[in-house]
């Protein structure tokens, strides 16, 4: 059974740093691209993050970009978000998401999301 | 950046009933475009990828249609379950914009 789990969330003020991570487990981690997506309180979904199967390749949202960093490590089956330079518009729930491919590309399976609260 | 624009943003329905979301692109995107659906408190569901094949395990009441710019989510006879927010998401380009989503409510 694929599974995603995200932890690392809590409260942080802002100009803070957090780190997020992702564990995999259920599926072959290092033949999948992954993402990171939010969801800000009652809002709609924020595509964040990708990153290739092998690490090389990244692509951010304008909104990260130069504060948040995504990187994985396929010896641990995990994917990371380290996070800086927080502000109170980056509260939101986190999602880790797998990238797949038939035909087009999609999220076929998101971890349950964990919370940052950025705020003093 | 490629803008994905959902209609209605909200909607009311009756158990039963037969519902169309919408979703348009800002450019045409092909057929890299799919639906979420999502409920409250929980994580985004896949449901449609490639614009309209149907993700293994969901209900054939959900359809997709559409290719370039206009896609649609029609969901045959709404049941109980069903009312939730649905998401488009294309995967043409990134960043990997998503529509703004849609309510979809008990009446």
């Known amino acids: 059974e694929v599974q995603l789990v995200e932890s690392g969330g809590g409260l942080v003020q802002p100009g803070g740093s957090l780190r997020l991570s992702c564990a995999a487990s259920?599926?072959?981690?290092?033949?999948?691209?992954m993402h990171w997506v939010r969801q800000a309180p009652g809002k709609g979904l924020e595509w964040l993050s990708y990153?290739?199967?092998?690490?090389?390749?990244?692509y951010y949202a304008d909104s990260v970009k130069g504060r948040f960093t995504i990187s994985r490590d396929n010896a641990k089956n995990s994917l990371f978000l380290q996070m800086s330079s927080l502000r109170a518009e980056d509260t939101a729930v986190y999602y880790c998401?797998?990238?797949?491919?038939?035909?087009?590309?999609?999220?076929?399976?998101w971890g349950q999301g964990t919370l940052v609260t950025v705020s003093s | 950046d490629i803008q994905m624009t959902q209609s209605p943003s909200s909607l009311s329905a009756s158990v039963g009933d037969r519902v169309t979301i919408t979703c348009r692109a800002s450019?045409?995107?092909?057929?890299?475009l799919s639906w979420y659906q999502q409920k409250p408190g929980k994580a985004p569901k896949l449901l449609i990828y490639a614009a309209s094949i149907l993700q293994s395990g969901v209900p054939s009441t959900f359809s997709a249609s559409g290719s370039g710019t206009d896609f649609t989510l029609t969901i045959s006879s709404l049941q109980p379950e069903d009312f939730a927010t649905y998401y488009c998401?294309?995967?043409?380009?990134?960043?990997?914009?998503f529509g703004q989503g849609t309510k979809l409510e008990i009446k």
């Open positions: 998401a797998r990238w797949d491919y038939r035909i087009s590309w999609f999220n076929d399976y």
């Open positions: 998401q294309q995967s043409f380009s990134t960043p990997y914009t």
């Open positions: 450019q045409s995107i092909r057929n890299y």
């Open positions: 259920g599926f072959t981690f290092t033949s999948y691209s």
């Open positions: 990153i290739s199967s092998s690490g090389t390749t990244m």
